[in-house]
């Protein structure tokens, strides 16, 4: 797939899971991407610096997603740095609460739907008013596959939650061009290292070895959802096994 002239938004990219695996896979494809990052600003530049070495075009902004201002200024400052936002990744999300139905906080439960759902509902106004003018946009979030749901049940509610409203959101988006979608991982190790995340990102060895699913499978599911290839798919859920 390639993406060369396209403008890829990628938030929390700067740990070690999916969001960088997908933001080095959409720079490998020729994106310019902007890595968001919370705190770890080491974290978000060493991605950087990785992807512009290697001839390709990013940069790192600091945002708090969970707050309506900062996603605003995020996609406010996608467009400053590119000119628009052609796609953006979705990823943090809940915290893990382990405690079962005898024991659950209320409170710290509905924190994690919060958590899942603010994003949403506040990067898709400024995503949309900005894709819809061109008639075209890919937004995909993650969340996690509810066929094998983890044992905490106030994490699988927030990550049922964001699946709803992301798939309702779908049905609107379609009219302005925009396709929603989710992809749906199982338990995912992260990479140990950002070199580790680059060799896989490659397709090489390590890649072609693994036994089983990483953070590199997930991106590669989010470039397709993102690609022309996929341009008549939208309100899918995408779901990966171990």
Known sequence: MNYTGTVVLVTGAAGNGICRSAA???????????VNYLKN????????????AAGGIAAAVQADVFEREDCERLVASTIELFGRVDACVIGPGADWNT?????????????????????????LPPLLRNMAQRRYGRIVGI???????????SYNAAKEARIGALLLAAREAWKDGVTINVVAPGPV????????????????????????VTPQDIADGILYLC??????VSGCVLPFLF
């Open 24 to 34: 080095l896979s959409f720079a490998k494809a020729g994106a310019s991407v902007v």
């Open 41 to 52: 600003k080491a974290g978000a530049d060493a991605v950087v610096s990785h992807i512009r």
């Open 99 to 123: 405690e079962g139905l005898q024991e659950l906080d209320a409170e710290k439960s509905m924190r994690d739907v919060s958590r899942e759902i603010l994003p949403v509902y506040q990067l």
């Open 143 to 153: 969340a996690s596959n509810m066929d094998i749901p983890s044992p905490s049940f």
């Open 189 to 212: 190790e992260p990479f140990a290292s950002l070199g580790e995340a680059v060799e896989h990102c490659a397709h090489g060895s390590a890649w072609a070895e693994r036994g089983r």
């Open 227 to 232: 690609s022309n290839e996929a341009k008549y």
